[in-house]
């Protein structure tokens, strides 16, 4: 695997369940970040974790939960979520050092909440 | 706070037309410049990018100029092709470390045989 992988590419869930959305980065990099891209919007930057510490967190709500156990692997949990809910989820990766480092993203995750 | 404005489509050409795709932005300070592409399907991939001031990116024939007294950063083409038919974002990264990007709404590109 190579760049930065996201599993699975598609999830359905239900009000009442939860779920995991996963992103591993094989660049070597110490940042990880969650986006939310939903229709006819900007894409929305959730998290941000730096050197496996959450250093962003953009008043996203607490069915929102993310993971960081290490600087390879990202996790979003999500519980009891609304239909509004459905987006893309993209994560980045980036190296910390430097102003200039630019944010690779995977596929990302098309969610639909019914 | 930081934001970017780009110009939304679909935008419409017919191949080997001339492509411009409109972005301003206002930021704090001086921020670094990019613009990310979205084939369909796909993740964003960055297309180009610019640190400072009068800097060009440039990537498969696409570029683009850090305008500082406009606050711009237009996406130029010469030729497009069928296969640049994607989404584009204009982006903006205004901190250092792990800043999170600011990104515009995207342009829909559609070229037409």
């Known amino acids: 695997e190579t760049g930065v992988t996201q599993t699975p590419r598609h999830l359905v869930m239900g009000m009442t369940n939860k779920k995991s959305l996963k992103c591993e980065q094989h660049?070597?990099?110490?940042?990880m970040y969650w986006y939310k891209q939903s229709a006819k919007k900007p894409l929305e930057l959730m998290f941000v974790?730096?050197?496996?510490?959450?250093?962003e967190n953009n008043s996203v709500p607490s069915r929102f939960s993310p993971e960081c156990p290490n600087s390879s692997h990202l996790f979003l949990h999500l519980h009891t979520l609304q239909p509004e809910d459905s987006a893309l989820y993209l994560c980045?990766?980036?190296?910390?050092?430097?102003?200039?480092?630019?944010?690779?993203f995977g596929p990302g995750t098309r969610l639909t909440v019914l | 706070g930081d934001s970017v404005t780009q110009m939304e489509g679909p935008v419409t050409l017919s191949e080997e037309a001339f492509l411009t795709i409109n972005c301003t932005y206002t930021a704090t300070g001086y921020p670094s410049l990019f613009w990310y592409v979205q084939y369909p399907g796909e993740g964003l991939q960055l297309l180009l990018k610019a640190t400072k001031a009068d800097d060009k990116g440039s990537n498969k024939g696409f570029e683009a100029t850090y305008r500082k007294e406009t606050t711009s950063f237009h996406l130029e083409k010469g030729s497009v092709q069928v296969s640049d038919s994607a989404v584009y974002f204009c982006a903006l990264k205004s901190g250092g470390g792990a800043d999170g990007l600011t990104f515009g709404k995207g342009t829909h590109l559609i070229i037409q045989p």
């Open positions: 660049l070597g990099h110490n940042a």
């Open positions: 980045a990766s980036s190296q910390v050092q430097g102003r200039n480092n630019e944010q690779f």
């Open positions: 974790y730096s050197l496996e510490e959450r250093v």
